[in-house]
């Protein structure tokens, strides 16, 4: 590169455009050698021995404004991936499960639970007698009543209850003011009931609470009386336990018997 000759005036402002001059000399310069770097740093990646080429010292100019080079972009090729396409699965076919017709098991319904019957007659505790015994009967007398149906039990965690109804001789009515003695052996207690005092039951119906606090174990009797307390049918004993009080449970707390009249 030829230099050129430049006739420097003697003055202050031939000084200053001398100066300039040097000062873009300069500038120029620097922007070459950034730029020679650059393509040698691009060749070396591809050819190794034009990477042991030395560089070119770099020209640092003098604090002034200084305009920053642009960065050059170099263009890289991508190489293409070819990729072989997966071989495809074939499924196996899958075996048929056979259906073998089985007995379809019935579903038993549970029985509701026992619906609790409000009490009517509450049993009350008499002065201290004799523990009393069911009426002795003879084999020659034919009582005017008897038992209807075998005595029911039902389980009740919240009172021990005897409940029934009477029964006139064609079953389909009740008869109203019957009595009824109910005894516990072993303990001075026994309780009168009268049937038809409850409004909301029928004619025939009475109740006696035994335990009003919860079960009560017991082995107990009842039967149908006159107003002197004589019997008019056998005495029907009963048990009650405290066990099992659940509504699905086996418990005896709710005792249900009822009578027939026979003429």
Same mark, same amino acid.
């Given at each position: 590169?030829?230099?050129?000759?430049?006739?420097?005036? %003697?003055?202050?402002?031939?000084? /200053?455009?001398?100066?300039?001059? #040097?000062?873009?000399?300069?500038?120029?310069?620097? @922007?070459?050698?950034?730029?020679?770097?650059?393509?040698?740093?691009?060749?070396?990646?591809?050819?190794?021995?034009?990477?042991? &080429?030395?560089?070119?010292?770099? #020209?640092?100019?003098?604090?002034?404004?200084?305009?920053?080079? %642009?960065? =050059?972009?170099?263009? /890289?090729?991508?190489?293409? @991936?070819?990729?072989?396409?997966?071989?495809?699965?074939?499924?196996?076919?899958?075996?048929?499960?056979?259906? &073998?017709?089985? %007995?379809?098991?019935? $579903?038993?319904?549970?029985?509701?639970?026992? /619906?609790?019957?409000?009490? =009517?007659?509450?049993?009350?505790?008499?002065?201290?007698?004799? !523990?009393?015994?069911?009426?002795?009967?003879?084999? /020659?007398?034919?009582?005017?009543?008897?038992?209807?149906?075998? @005595? *029911?039990?039902?389980?009740?965690?919240? &009172? =021990?209850?005897? *409940?029934?109804?009477?029964?006139?001789?064609?079953?389909?009515? $009740?008869?109203?003011?019957?009595?009824?003695?109910?005894? #516990?052996?072993?303990?001075?207690?026994?309780? !009168?009931?009268?049937?038809?005092?409850?409004?909301?039951?029928?004619?025939?119906?009475?109740?006696?609470?035994?335990?009003?606090?919860?079960?009560?174990?017991?082995?107990?009797? &009842?039967?149908?009386?006159?107003?002197?307390?004589?019997?008019?049918?056998?005495? #029907?004993?009963? $048990?009650?336990?405290?066990?099992?009080?659940?509504?699905?449970?086996?418990?005896?707390?709710?005792?249900?018997?009822?009578?027939?009249?026979?003429?």
């Amino acid at each position: 590169m030829q230099g050129r000759f430049v006739d420097m005036p %003697s003055n202050g402002s031939s000084r /200053t455009a001398g100066h300039a001059l #040097v000062d873009r000399t300069r500038v120029r310069l620097a @922007v070459l050698g950034i730029i020679t770097a650059s393509m040698l740093a691009t060749i070396s990646c591809t050819c190794p021995l034009l990477s042991l &080429v030395a560089r070119p010292p770099t #020209v640092t100019p003098t604090p002034t404004k200084t305009p920053r080079p %642009s960065a =050059t972009a170099t263009w /890289t090729a991508t190489p293409t @991936v070819e990729v072989e396409p997966s071989p495809t699965a074939t499924p196996l076919p899958a075996d048929t499960p056979t259906l &073998v017709a089985t %007995s379809t098991a019935t $579903q038993t319904p549970i029985p509701p639970a026992p /619906t609790r019957r409000p009490a =009517t007659a509450t049993a009350t505790r008499p002065p201290a007698t004799p !523990t009393p015994r069911p009426p002795t009967a003879t084999a /020659t007398v034919s009582y005017q009543y008897s038992l209807f149906a075998p @005595v *029911e039990y039902l389980p009740d965690c919240a &009172v =021990t209850t005897l *409940e029934g109804t009477v029964w006139d001789i064609d079953a389909g009515a $009740q008869i109203r003011n019957v009595l009824l003695k109910v005894c #516990v052996e072993g303990e001075f207690w026994c309780a !009168t009931l009268r049937t038809g005092e409850d409004p909301t039951k029928g004619d025939g119906y009475f109740n006696a609470i035994l335990g009003p606090e919860g079960p009560r174990a017991g082995n107990w009797w &009842v039967a149908v009386v006159d107003a002197q307390g004589q019997a008019l049918s056998h005495a #029907v004993l009963f $048990q009650t336990d405290t066990h099992d009080c659940d509504p699905d449970g086996t418990g005896r707390q709710w005792v249900i018997i009822d009578f027939k009249r026979n003429y």
